[in-house]
Nanobody, 124 residues
Framework: QVHLVESGGGLVQAGGSLRLSCAAS????????MGWFRQAPGQEREFVAA????????DLEDSVKGRFTISRDNVNRAVFLQMNSLKPEDTAVYYC?????????????????WGQGTQVTVSS
């Protein structure tokens, strides 16, 4: 059982930056691919970024490439999402998730464990 807690959300003006953190407890963190997803009001949850168990491989949704970076610290059991050049359309609740499977997925289905989410609001 992996327990995930996100932090770092908040209100920021367009063009600003935020760094989201996700702290993990329980289980073996380095055996999980990690993902970030987001859900805006009235919309479905969507993929944002994923990072492999070792941290060697990453994937980003097209609209955030060049602006967001995902990283992880397996020693301290945390995953991060650095968000730069934020836009109002990035406004959403951001969730981190863990998947112990073999393949690193970019959709939410295979992810076993989820955090409670952190709100990111970007004002124009």
């Amino acid at each position: 059982q992996v327990h995930l807690v996100e932090s770092g959300g908040g209100l920021v003006q367009a063009g600003g930056s935020l760094r989201l953190s996700c702290a993990a407890s329980g289980g073996t963190f380095s055996r999980n691919h990690m993902g970030w997803f987001r859900q805006a009001p009235g919309q479905e949850r969507e993929f944002v970024a994923a990072i492999s168990k070792s941290g060697r491989d990453t994937d980003l949704e097209d609209s955030v490439k060049g602006r967001f970076t995902i990283s992880r610290d397996n020693v301290n059991r945390a995953v991060f999402l650095q968000m730069n050049s934020l836009k109002p359309e990035d406004t959403a609740v951001y969730y981190c998730a863990a998947d112990s499977g073999v393949i690193m997925y970019t959709h939410s289905g295979p992810y076993d464990y989820w955090g409670q989410g952190t709100q990111v609001t970007v004002s124009s």
